[in-house]
């Protein structure tokens, strides 16, 4: 059995995906600028915006709708993986829960600004990484998941 069959292939695969496009929304403005797609099309013709109009003054608030609902999509992701992370019966390395919550503190953060990511960055400073892993492996330690 290889390690991504034992430890739900799917749900890491999700998390980590959810992850990593939360990562790419942090750089969003620079994305923007260079022509990356980080926004699916349907959103775009949603709210009837081309790619480089994005960062657009008249766009903003579109915008901030966009990535709200990108962003709801990730925060829902980060959720159940966690509620998976404790309620499984297949014991999940440490780090992987340790992502996730860094992750969703960056969207709680992310969510906090009104979603202004095209505006500027936000990032965690490294002390308070290090805070929310000292606290994820205190609460792995009183579920006693080792």
């Known amino acids: 059995m290889s390690d991504g069959e034992q430890y739900g292939d799917n749900n890491l695969t999700i998390n980590g995906g959810a992850i990593l496009v939360l990562e790419m929304l942090q750089s969003a403005s620079l994305l ?10 349907e959103l775009l013709e949603k709210y009837h915006i081309q790619i480089t109009n994005l960062r657009d003054i008249s766009n903003a608030e ?3 709708k ?5 962003l709801d999509e990730i925060g829902n992701e980060l959720d159940k993986f966690q509620h998976y992370f404790f309620d499984t019966k297949v014991k ?8 996730n919550r860094i992750a969703k503190v960056l969207y709680i953060e992310i969510q906090s600004d009104g979603n202004r990511i095209l505006e500027h960055k936000i990032a ?12 994820a492996k205190l609460k792995n330690f009183l579920f006693h998941r080792d």
């Open 32 to 41: 923007v600028d260079k022509s990356f797609y980080l926004v699916p099309d």
């Open 62 to 64: 579109h915008s901030r």
């Open 92 to 99: 999940l390395p440490l780090y992987h829960y340790i992502m």
């Open 66 to 70: 966009i990535f709200k609902v990108l």
């Open 124 to 135: 965690l400073t490294p002390i308070r990484k290090l805070w929310i892993t000292y606290k």
